[in-house]
Nanobody
Framework: QVQLVESGGGLVQVGGSLRLSCAPSGRTFSWYAMAWFRQAPGKEREFVAAVTWSPTGPYYADSVKGRFTISRDNAKNTVYLQMNGLKPEDTAVYYC?????????????????WGQGTQVTVSS
């Protein structure tokens, strides 16, 4: 059983920064892509950013380009989402997701493994 463990959410003021972390636990897991999605109250879950083992990418939603950075630490098997210049519309529960098959990295349906989510609240 693979579990994704997220950390780093919290409350921050407009313009502030947060860094989210995600690491798999449980059985040994070789992933092709890891991503962050988010879901705001009353809205559908949406893609935020993804990183893969391929030479292409990383990938970002237009709404976060230039403000968020996704990265990975191979030694720790951990993926990070550095969020700068946070806005109230970034308020959401952020979910880490992973997939072990090659293919599209922005669609929710392509991911088999999900974390429990971590709340990010940006106050104005």
């Amino acid at each position: 059983q693979v579990q994704l463990v997220e950390s780093g959410g919290g409350l921050v003021q407009v313009g502030g920064s947060l860094r989210l972390s995600c690491a798999p636990s449980g059985r040994t897991f070789s992933w092709y892509a890891m991503a962050w999605f988010r879901q705001a109250p009353g809205k559908e879950r949406e893609f935020v950013a993804a990183v893969t083992w391929s030479p292409t990418g990383p990938y970002y939603a237009d709404s976060v380009k230039g403000r968020f950075t996704i990265s990975r630490d191979n030694a720790k098997n951990t993926v990070y989402l550095q969020m700068n210049g946070l806005k109230p519309e970034d308020t959401a529960v952020y979910y880490c997701a992973a997939k072990d098959t090659i293919g599209g990295v922005t669609a929710i349906r392509n991911y088999d493994y999900w974390g429990q989510g971590t709340q990010v609240t940006v106050s104005s």
